[in-house]
């Protein structure tokens, strides 16, 4: 495209690490859910969507229950490192409970990604992630990748790893979601 915006080239290199309980950022282990913060400091300042779905009241609904969230607490906030090709979520601004990582042009997935891909070093269990989808015995299509206490939904738009758009690290559906104190 002739207009379309390039990537910085001061770009932070980042190395993500997923394994069965936690996650390795830039050498430091991180377990979810962890703290924005915590993330904001090794990654920079990101840009902040409030709300993505404040307007679909049953997904609110859903959420609320599941997690124990009273309405007036639910703040569904996304924070998008645009130039890294990551995204965390967080359901009251303060602990994230979804870490994505942008593969490739998702423009099939209905909710705003990073500006640009993720163009650092991801591996799981220390091994390229490519080669642990492929190993997988899932052929097609989008699937979650057990871990431990983790797992990484994988997202593609086709049969081939090539095809694999994201990496949504999340807690297990088992394991229940703990939220920081607001004092904390």
């Known amino acids: ?12 290199p980042v190395t993500i690490d997923l394994n069965d309980d936690h996650f390795v950022l830039n050498g430091k282990q991180f377990k979810l859910p962890v703290r924005i913060s915590e993330l904001t400091e090794i990654l920079g300042e990101p840009r902040i969507v409030s709300d993505r779905n404040k307007d679909v009241k049953a997904y609110k609904e859903r959420i609320c229950e599941k997690y124990d969230l009273s309405p007036e607490k639910y703040a569904l906030t ?23 990582v942008k593969l490739g042009d998702s423009k099939k997935y209905p909710m705003e990604m990073p500006k640009y891909d993720f163009s650092g070093t991801l591996t799981i269990r220390g091994k390229n992630w490519q080669d ?9 299509g989008t699937f979650k ?33 703990e939220f920081f104190d607001a004092s904390e």
């Open 78 to 100: 996304d924070y998008y490192w645009d130039d890294l090709g990551l995204l965390a979520s967080t359901f009251e601004k303060k602990t994230v409970h979804s870490l994505i």
């Open 1 to 12: 495209m002739l207009f379309q915006k390039k990537k910085p080239n001061d770009v932070l």
């Open 145 to 177: 990748l057990k871990l431990g206490t983790l797992h990484a939904y994988v997202v593609r738009y086709g049969k081939k790893v090539k095809d694999t758009k994201q990496f949504q690290l999340s807690l297990n559906d088992d394991q229940k979601l």
């Open 132 to 140: 642990i989808v492929e190993e997988s015995a899932v052929t097609s």
